[in-house]
């Protein structure tokens, strides 16, 4: 099933862990709605860049976000978020700066160091932070480092 012209719904429930684990990681009609319209931010995102995006993580159950450690109130588990990556634009890095630069209307922009991550809302906050990794903890700071 298409949710836009380049984003198919079975990239964006797609999981490795899920596979690995046997979990399901169906969204329901509201979630597929809302999968909808994250992939529309996400064809503007592609238009921007000029070029192909992956999609390395849409939707996640309760149960597959749990198992990949995301936080308890992750939009992903919403359907309103995408970690992604655009090799043949540039690195993770360029790709949020690319964004922060548009005027791409997003919630939440994640420098994540080997991806990017992007949310959209109803009501976008328009926050940027970069994620640092310490002994297995994820701190968030503001900005793109």
């Known amino acids: 099933m298409n949710l836009t012209e380049h984003f198919a719904l079975e990239e964006f429930i797609h999981s490795e862990i899920a596979a690995r684990r046997g979990l399901d990681n169906t ?3 509201e979630t597929i709605e809302r999968l909808k319209a994250t992939a529309s931010g996400m064809e503007d995102v592609r ?12 939707y996640r159950s309760v149960k597959v976000n749990s198992a990949v450690g995301g936080s308890q109130s992750s939009q992903h588990m919403k359907g309103e978020a995408c970690d992604f990556i655009a090799p043949s634009f540039g690195t993770p890095q ?3 700066r690319a964004i ?7 919630d939440q922009l994640i420098y994540e160091g080997t991806w990017a ?6 009501t976008p906050r328009h ?11 994820t701190i968030y ?4 480092a």
């Open 127 to 137: 926050s940027v932070l970069t994620a640092h990794f310490d002994n297995g903890k």
């Open 47 to 58: 238009g921007l860049l000029g070029v192909p995006v992956t999609v390395l993580s849409g």
């Open 117 to 122: 991550h992007i949310s959209f809302s109803e």
């Open 94 to 96: 360029e790709v949020c």
């Open 100 to 106: 922060l630069d548009s005027t791409i209307e997003f």
């Open 27 to 29: 969204p329901d009609a």
């Open 141 to 144: 700071r503001q900005g793109i």
